[in-house]
Structure formats: structure tokens, C-alpha cells
């Protein structure tokens, strides 16, 4: 599943925050093609297919990218410049999904060129209204290039 039936990345650490994620949109019938990465290292190999993803093609872009911003090893903000600053990659839309409203953070993602961000709404329901939002915009409504 690692190639032309990727639909969305997700870039989590919390496993509560990513099956959240992951179930409202399954929910929907938005997306049953999902990756989810614990960190922003993991994610870069993906992404780039270095360590134990060389053998992926980059050429199969996700549809969309839901980014968290606090990970370890390689936070969101540095996976999120790597993506927008590389020719194979920067068109590919991303989405900050955060627990972050840092004024800091949103005008940075921003001047490195991320597509969306949405602070994590609290409550289940707000958060799976929010996630089964944003998948039926960026991968039912949103024109890709």
C-alpha cells in the first residue's frame, strides 16, 4: 500500500490523537488508503524514500499530509520546510493538525508554505467534525495539481 493507493500521510506521535484521526475519516468513507508515522524522522524517510522506505516510489504522492507540529526527533515545522522546499514534494498539500494555536507556529507554517492549519478541537465530536471536514474537502473537493 505504500504506492499508488496512498491517499493520506498522517504524522502523529499521540496514538490516541491518530486513531481519532484515523477513525473519523474511515467514518466518512474518506479515506481507507491511510499511512500514519509515530514521528517527523519517520516521516521524512517516507516521504523521501531514504531508510526503510527506498524501495517506495516518490512519485506516489499522498493526496495530503496531516502534520502534527510537537513529535520527536524531527518536529513538524522541519518536516513541513523539507516538504515545501523540494521540487518532487512542495506541491503536495499539507495540513497542520496541531494542539498548538501559537501565534509563533501558525505565521511560520504559513511563510514555509503549509496549505491549512487547524488547532485539534476539543471533545470527540468537534475533533471528528473537524477531521471528517478537512478529508472531504482536501480529497473529494480540493483540485490537486
Not at 496531516?66 to 522541519?78: A, C, H
Not at 478541537?121 to 475533533?127: K, Q, R, T
Request: proline content about 5%.
Amino acid at each position: 500500500m505504500y504506492d499508488s493507493d496512498l491517499e493520506i500521510l498522517l504524522v502523529e506521535d499521540n496514538p490516541n490523537d491518530a486513531e481519532l484521526t484515523i477513525r473519523a475519516l474511515k467514518k466518512k468513507n474518506l479515506a481507507n488508503k491511510i499511512i500514519h508515522l509515530k514521528n517527523g524522522a519517520e516521516a521524512l524517510d517516507f516521504i523521501f524514500c531514504e531508510g526503510n522506505y527506498k524501495s517506495r516510489n516518490i512519485n506516489n504522492k499522498p493526496k495530503a499530509i496531516l502534520l502534527d507540529l510537537k513529535m520527536p526527533k524531527v518536529n513538524g515545522i522541519e518536516v513541513l520546510k523539507k516538504i515545501k522546499t523540494d521540487n518532487r514534494t512542495k506541491t503536495i498539500p499539507v495540513i497542520i493538525l496541531t494542539s498548538s494555536a501559537e501565534d509563533p507556529d501558525v505565521k511560520t507554517c504559513y511563510e514555509l508554505g503549509v496549505n491549512s492549519y487547524i488547532v485539534k478541537p476539543v471533545g470527540f465530536d468537534n475533533f471528528s467534525k473537524a477531521v471528517a471536514d478537512l478529508g472531504m474537502y482536501w480529497l473529494l473537493l480540493n483540485k490537486p495539481l
